[in-house]
């Protein structure tokens, strides 16, 4: 766990390499509440019965966004952070690489690509690579933007 609590500690943390998460389940329950929270009930995802049988995945998988949306957990089990606030400023790049089926494990590869002052406050580039247990491609890739008052 590295820790972040002034714009050096960040700037000294650009391209010193990727920390790991631990790893995560995407379950079909996890799955089901993102469903219902997003308005996304594609059978893909939700039709077990149906999946494994139409699906060429031969199951339900998660959606991308869901994947996408455990982007600040892994940060967050990666980096203590001690600011007076932070915010999430987007993403400049997204890739879902690989699908992930549920019941699969999920871990982020993190790093610190910069760290440059903007408008008061200081914004961070991270790269994410989101690994899939048992499988040599990532689910995603993605570039996550931060922005943090310390």
Known sequence: MKRITSPSDAQALVDQGALLSPWTEVGQKRIDEFATA???????????????????????VAHGFLTLSLLPYF?????????????????????????????????????????????????LAWSIVVELDGSVRPACVAEMLTRHVF
Not at 78 to 96: D, H, P, S, T, W
Request: with cysteine; charged share 25%; proline share 4%.
């Open 75 to 123: 940060l967050d089990s990666c980096i203590e952070f001690k600011q007076k606030m932070a915010v999430n400023y987007g993403l400049n790049r997204v890739r879902f690489i690989t699908p992930v089926p549920s019941g699969s494990r999920v871990r982020g590869q993190i790093a610190l690509i910069s760290a440059e002052e903007a408008s008061g406050t200081w914004q």
């Open 38 to 60: 997003t308005g996304d009930r594609q059978w893909i995802h939700v039709d077990v019965e149906r999946a494994s049988v139409e699906s060429p995945f031969r199951g339900t």
